[in-house]
């Protein structure tokens, strides 16, 4: 019995067998490409994605092998089955070595296409299952995993694992704190890029001068402090991955070269006429609506059709509420690790103010939390005690005392002067500590007029 329907690429140079395979794959419900020679397979899996390929072994121009390992080069995922005819078992078992999944031996029948697709499907669905409570990912030899069971937390799993071999420009969207760099280095640990480097650029935290100069690099003698030639970041990445973070943060001049570096594959350095061709593949983050940004003319339109090719949306902690429990869990066995500690788990009081506090910080709140929770709590569980007195609060438990329940923004605005304050007013550490860029705390300082707080 099917478990779901594939999207299978035929290539074979025989009219009467590409008939035969379109009928029967179209009558068992899966959506099926039929295409004649190698060349022009290569043009199909370029703009589409396949579960599954049926590939000839004697084709003219390319043949079977090469197509196999032009494929297996692009896509490593894609299941590839061979079709040999008599007195090719040899090469198909070659095949076999070079990756392909299965052969069929001509003349065959209907019957037996349909048990490999049977097969294939069978596995598919067991590697679903196993990654559906994690997504795992090598970052040079340390293992990390993005934590989730919620319905829409594996769809994102899917997704990456289907967009991670392959070239294309991936914009990860989602609110401050919802894990979007951790998706970024999934993608690249997960492709055939990830032995090469995976640079990172905070788009929030630098002026723009020296946003082009970091990006880019400069030449001895370009300005004024250029004492000697500088490599850019994008092009110390040459052959791995770029990350843009929070790239709704920079000036349409920097996006005009941007854009051009992506789409011809090559910069130039502050105060050269050498261009440098490079080979990087861009992700992108932002927690801004960029679509709105486009229509305010803050962002370019052509930049953001060329970033956002495959979007990945990563939904805030409060809408998958069931994930809550067992991030809070895998945080408390790292820094139990890290601390020397052996706290068993969590209050039922404690589990009870997780579900219902609104986490605006989301993930990388939720990890803060439970670290301080760690540090601090006496017991051989997390109590309330160890809670910050906000978070009972909003999540609707009456402070002792306290005539009646503060806003949001009041809380917010308790909760940074007082990281504020044990940071020494130190804002970079104040913002790594609330889990926000620097420029959202300025923002927030602003807004809730913190400054005069801090120097009264």
């Not at 340390?142 to 919620?150: A, D, H, T, V, Y």
């Not at 679509?291 to 979007?311: C, H, K, M, N, T």
Request: proline share 3%.
């Amino acid at each position: 019995m099917v478990s779901s329907n594939l999207k299978i690429l035929v290539v074979d140079d025989d009219e009467a067998m590409r008939v035969s395979f379109e009928k029967f794959l179209a009558k068992e419900g899966h959506l099926a490409v039929i295409v004649e020679n190698g060349a022009q397979a290569l043009e199909k899996i370029r703009n589409r994605q396949f579960d599954l390929a049926f590939i000839d072994l004697k084709l003219p121009g390319i043949d079977g092998i090469e197509l196999l390992k032009l494929i297996r080069a692009k896509n490593p995922r894609l299941d590839i089955v061979i079709i040999t005819g008599y007195g090719t078992v040899e090469t198909a078992v070659e095949a076999i070595k070079l990756g392909a999944y299965d052969y069929i031996q001509k003349p065959f029948s209907l019957k037996a296409i349909r048990q490999v697709i049977n097969k294939i499907q069978e596995k598919r669905t067991i590697l679903r299952n196993a990654a559906a409570r994690q997504l795992k990912f090598d970052r040079e030899g340390q293992i990390e995993m993005i934590i989730g069971e919620s319905p829409r937390m594996i769809e994102v799993y899917e997704l990456v694992q289907k967009v991670a071999p392959t070239d294309s420009t991936v914009l990860i969207t989602g609110e401050t704190g919802t894990g979007k760099e951790l998706i970024a280095r999934a993608i690249h640990f997960n492709s055939l890029r990830k032995d090469k480097p995976f640079l990172t650029m905070d788009c929030g935290s630098l002026v723009e001068t020296l946003f082009e100069s970091e990006l880019f690099g400069h030449v001895k003698g370009s300005f004024t402090g250029a004492i000697a030639t500088k490599h850019g970041s994008f092009e110390l990445a040459n052959g791995g991955s770029f990350f843009f973070d929070e790239i709704g943060n920079i000036s349409l001049n920097i996006q005009a070269k941007i854009l051009r570096a992506i789409q011809e594959r090559e910069i130039r350095r502050i105060g050269s006429t050498e261009t440098i061709k490079v080979d990087v593949r861009v992700i992108a983050a932002t927690n801004k609506n960029l679509r709105q940004a486009v229509e305010q003319g803050s962002f370019r339109e052509d930049l953001f059709y060329r970033i956002s090719v495959i979007p990945i949306h990563l939904p805030a902690l409060r809408e998958r509420k069931e994930d809550i429990m067992p991030l809070a869990n895998y945080f408390l066995q790292k820094y139990n690790q890290r601390r020397l500690k052996a706290l068993r788990g969590f209050s039922p009081k404690v589990k009870e103010i997780f579900l219902n506090y609104p986490w605006p910080g989301n993930v990388r709140e939720l990890e803060n939390i439970v670290e301080r929770a760690v540090v601090i709590e006496d017991s051989d569980e997390v109590t309330v005690a160890s809670l910050p007195s906000h978070l009972w609060v909003a999540a609707g438990h009456q402070e002792m005392g306290s005539p009646q329940i503060k806003s949001l923004e009041e809380l917010e605005r308790e909760h940074i002067i007082h990281a504020l304050k044990a940071t020494d007013g130190n804002r970079s550490k104040t913002a790594r500590l609330l889990g926000i860029d620097r420029k959202t705390l300025y923002e927030k300082i602003k807004r809730y007029q913190i400054e005069n707080k801090l120097s009264s």
